[in-house]
């Protein structure tokens, strides 16, 4: 008799705080087998991970994915190819497991990725999504803002496109979200004075961390040090 596949559960731990996480993913995550969490080849630190300790029962069975730091196209892939067969090999022997993402498992997702090497490497595997908390739903409520109204529009957004990408994606619509900003922050507040928008504009950083902080209006300058875990707020009709 064949032996049936594990599933492989995408968890969103949302963007900070333990407290977040659904009861779904926290069910889930007392019933796998493995509970695979990912972090760079210099070191084992894994934040999805620290936020999601709290509701892992003793004794659960950690894996760590490493990826290397590069945007090396040739080493990324081998890494995912590498780390998406580790997973494969949970999934054949009738486990189930866990991948656990910052924010929402689908939303600038290292679990997208994996699903795409999953893909190649084990075309009959099984996988269930469980969305989480994103960071700009987080920001928005720290601000007490809503993220559109009625006819308006949201369009969310990488700070990593080029200048004239950033410009006309920030035209699109009344409410604009700029994540994966960090080393481009600067630039994109530029931007974002330029058109006169300065006045309503949050930037928000670490949210859910103990060393979160919030600027409602980015007419000063930016500090100098801004976190990885940075976004742009942008509600044009905010009074």
Request: proline letters at 4%; one cysteine or more; glycine letters at 6%.
């Amino acid at each position: 008799m064949t032996q049936a596949s594990g599933t492989l559960y995408g968890i969103g731990v949302g963007p900070g705080d333990p407290d977040l996480l659904t009861i779904k993913a926290v069910k889930i995550l007392n019933q796998v087998d493995v509970v695979f969490t990912a972090s760079s080849t210099k070191n084992e630190y894994s934040l999805a991970r620290n936020i999601a300790s709290p509701h892992l029962k003793a004794g659960t069975n950690l894996e760590n994915l490493e990826f290397p730091m590069t945007e090396e196209k040739g080493a990324l892939n081998a890494a995912w190819r590498a780390n998406a067969e580790k997973v494969a090999d949970v999934l054949k022997s009738g486990r189930s497991a866990a991948f656990l993402t910052l924010g929402d498992c689908l939303t600038y997702s290292t679990y997208s990725y994996l699903l795409n090497s999953l893909a190649e490497v084990y075309p009959e595997f099984q996988a269930k999504s469980v969305p989480g908390i994103s960071s700009y739903q987080l920001a928005a409520s720290k601000l007490n803002r809503s993220l559109c109204l009625h006819r308006e529009a949201l369009t969310v957004i990488s700070g990593t496109d080029d200048h004239e990408s950033l410009s006309r994606l920030l035209d699109l619509s009344e409410n604009v979200v700029i994540m994966k900003s960090y080393r481009g922050s600067e630039r994109v507040a530029e931007l974002v004075r330029a058109k006169g928008l300065a006045r309503k504009t949050a930037v928000c950083c670490n949210l859910g961390l103990p060393d979160e902080f919030i600027i409602d209006g980015i007419e000063a300058p930016l500090p100098e040090k801004i976190s990885y875990f940075t976004l742009f707020l942008v509600n044009k009709n905010k009074i």
